[in-house]
Every structure is written in C-alpha cells, then in structure tokens.
C-alpha cells in the first residue's frame, strides 16, 4: 500500500490546487472560511445504524449558517454506510434556523478506508472549501497502532516459527463498541492513515475504539495540532453529537475541552477515558521515554508485574497499557521520571476517565490510574508484535523493541 499512497497523495494535492485556483478565477475572492470541520464516517459494516444515529444527532445541534461569499464555518460529512453510495455532504442552517443536508458529491461504491479514496476525499474537501483551518473527524471501528486484522485475528509464534492464530473466544459486547477502521472488512494501516492526510488540521478526533495510543498521536504528529482520543474502548453511540457538534466546529482548546467533558459525562455511568493531546510536545515526550528506556528501562521490562499494570483492553488483548503506569515502573531513576513526567503534563493537556469501563453492566476492568494516553509492552513470548512495532515512528524514536 505504500507506493499507491505516494501517487495518490500527489494526485489528491494537483486537485487541491487545481480547485484553489479555479475558486479564486470564478470570483470567490470575498470567500473567507474561518474552519472547515469534515466528519469521515466509515460505516459499511455493523456500525451502519449508528452513523444514521450519529448524522440524525449531528443535524439536531448546532450547525453552521448557510453562506455563499463572506465569513463563515463549513460542516462537512462524508458517509460510507453499508447498503448506501457514499456521499459528501454540506450540513447547514439557514437564516430561520431549518437544518438541511447539501449532497455534494455522491460516489459510486468504494473502499472508503483505502489510501487512494481517503486521500482525494480529503483533498477534494479541502480545496472545495479553502478555510483558515480544517478539522477532522475520523469515524469507524479502531484498533490503535496494531497492523491489519490483527485485533480480530490475533497470531502467535508457533513451535515451527511460523505464525498462528491465538484463538480468541467470540467477543460477547462485540455489537456494544467501535472496536481506525473497518469497510466491507477492509481496514487501514495506521503508517497508511498518516500518508493519506492531505493537509494539516487544526484537530484530529477519533470517535473509534483504542487509538489513544502514544503510538497512534506520536505517527500523527506533524498532521495536526491536537488530537482527541480514547485510549479504551468507545461505545457504538459514538459522541454525544447533538451536545457537541458546535463545540467541534469551533475547535479552540475551551471547545475541545467542552467535547471531553461532554463525551465524559455522557458515558460516566457506562466507562469512558477521553484526552486531548497536543501534538507539537509529542517530540519531547519521546526524547524523555528514550532516556528512561536507554538508561536501564528496556531490560526492566521482563521483570514487570504485567497483572497489576494498568491496562485499557478486554478478553486479553493485552496491547494498550497505561503509558504513565509502565514507564514509573521502569524508571532507572526519580530525576528521568520527573522530566517524563512534565513532558507528559505538557502533552496531554485535558483528560478524564471514569472509575470502571462497564459493558452491559458488568465492570470490564477497574480504570485506577489514567495518564491520557496508552502504550504497548513488549511481549517476548510473540515476536509477530514486536516485528510491526519495529516500524512504527514512535519506536524507532525510543527504541524500545529494538
């Protein structure tokens, strides 16, 4: 997938320039977006309902006036819902307050989570709507930083070398959560999602299951300002879009945080950890990791109690652990523990986490401690992991799987 990203993010730039330029030629000179917010929803699978739930939700709040020249906020949505062409759509309210749907594009069926249409969706957006700032808003099943299909059909190392499944019981709450991507059983790579970003965001929110991963924020990292993201698991409602779908236009920090809370509060008595991350202090968080790993860390690491680690996972996907838990545990020193700390202060600057992540009223594991964002711990008893980790940015930066 990697050379086809390339041709097709060139291809989805010509576009945006083709369009800035065409915009400015038409007489679109009074034209002044102030923020573009685009809604990816990812739905041909059992989430289709859902993302119904979620436009008819998203249409009841407090959406943008309708403009054709002057300043303004743009709400976009592009769906991909199973049984649908996918369509771009320009959500909009008028002068009496009517809220309308503006089809602008409808396609004909396609992998929505591929590169190649990601990427000219994206950029078609973009340069249809020139603005100060774009957000984004990314909608789907999620399985952090782990490589395709790996969450559904996890593998091991047999007595061969050879991979094998591990043989994962069928997940009872499966219908309950959004656990980037999944079309028509189709699912994107995360290396794959950083290259298909046309643009820079303001912001770049998952409203999927477990991509609060420092892995995830730290290969995102040159692609937005901020991210908000859920290091365990979001139920299939998705956000509260009817409470927060003016605060996501807006996009400042108070507004990004007005959406934490609100998601916070809507799931307080179901479970929830939501975190708003500053992308720019995500370097230094790696140089502090780097000297707590280089300094003794990484042999440490065997010796974990990896029972009363602080994880974020159910039915022993044991992959999504609490980065601030793991790293005080490996710490060679109190000094390199007080400046990854700081570091982390200044890279997750808003979050929130309930007591307990429920499910159907059953505690799925006790939330004790939440630092915002979560880590994998190196298993050696499956290297197939530890292989894929190898290439992510994060690990090359603090080599940790070595």
């Not at 809220?99 to 190649?116: G, I, R, T, W």
């Not at 808003?137 to 061969?160: F, I, K, Q, R």
């Not at 094998?164 to 059983?185: I, N, R």
């Not at 994880?311 to 545990?329: I, P």
Request: aromatic share 12%; glycine share 8%; charged share 20%.
């Amino acid at each position: 997938m990697r050379e086809s990203v390339k041709s097709a993010k060139f291809l989805a730039l010509c576009v945006v320039a083709v369009i800035l330029v065409s915009s400015c030629s038409i007489g679109n000179d009074k034209m002044q977006i102030g923020s573009t917010l685009l809604l990816y929803i990812a739905a041909d699978n059992n989430l289709a309902y859902n993302a119904e739930l979620n436009i008819q939700e998203i249409m009841a709040g407090d959406v943008p006036v309708y403009f054709n020249e002057g300043a303004g906020d743009v709400l976009l949505v592009y769906a991909d819902i199973r049984g649908e062409n996918p369509r771009l759509m320009r959500i909009s309210k008028d002068a009496y307050g009517a809220v309308s749907q503006e089809v602008l594009v409808e396609y004909e069926p396609q992998n929505s989570l591929s590169d190649s249409v990601m990427s000219s969706v994206l950029a078609y957006a973009a340069g249809l709507f020139p603005s100060q700032e774009n957000s984004l808003v990314l909608w789907s099943h999620g399985t952090g930083w782990l490589p395709e299909g790996y969450y559904s059909n996890p593998t091991a190392v047999g007595a061969d070398g050879q991979a094998v499944p591990v043989g994962m019981s069928e997940d009872p709450y499966a219908g309950y959560v959004k656990s980037f991507g999944a079309d028509g059983g189709y699912e994107m790579d995360l290396k794959d999602l950083a290259e298909a970003l046309p643009v820079h965001y303001r912001y770049i929110l998952f409203d999927a299951c477990l991509m609060g991963g420092v892995e995830v924020a730290y290969e995102l990292r040159d692609k937005c300002d901020y991210l908000v993201v859920s290091a365990a698991e979001v139920l299939a409602a998705g956000f509260p879009y009817r409470q927060v779908i003016g605060d996501m236009v807006d996009g400042s920090v108070p507004a990004l945080q007005r959406v934490c809370d609100k998601y916070y509060d809507y799931y307080s008595e179901d479970g929830a950890t939501v975190a708003l991350v500053d992308a720019g202090s995500l370097d230094h968080l790696a140089v502090t990791c780097r000297e707590i790993l280089r300094n003794g860390g990484v042999d440490s690491i065997p010796d974990l109690d990896m029972s009363s680690l602080q994880g974020y996972f159910r039915q022993n996907r044991h992959w999504f652990y609490d980065l601030d838990d793991f790293m005080s545990r490996i710490s060679p020193h109190e000094s390199f523990l007080e400046d990854f700390r700081d570091a982390l202060d200044k890279t997750v600057i808003y979050k929130r986490a309930t007591a307990d992540f429920v499910l159907g009223g059953i505690v799925q594991f006790p939330i004790k401690t939440f630092s915002g964002l979560s880590t994998y711990v190196p298993n050696p008893e499956n290297p197939v992991l530890d292989e894929y980790y190898r290439t992510l940015a994060w690990n090359q930066d603090v080599r940790m799987v070595r």
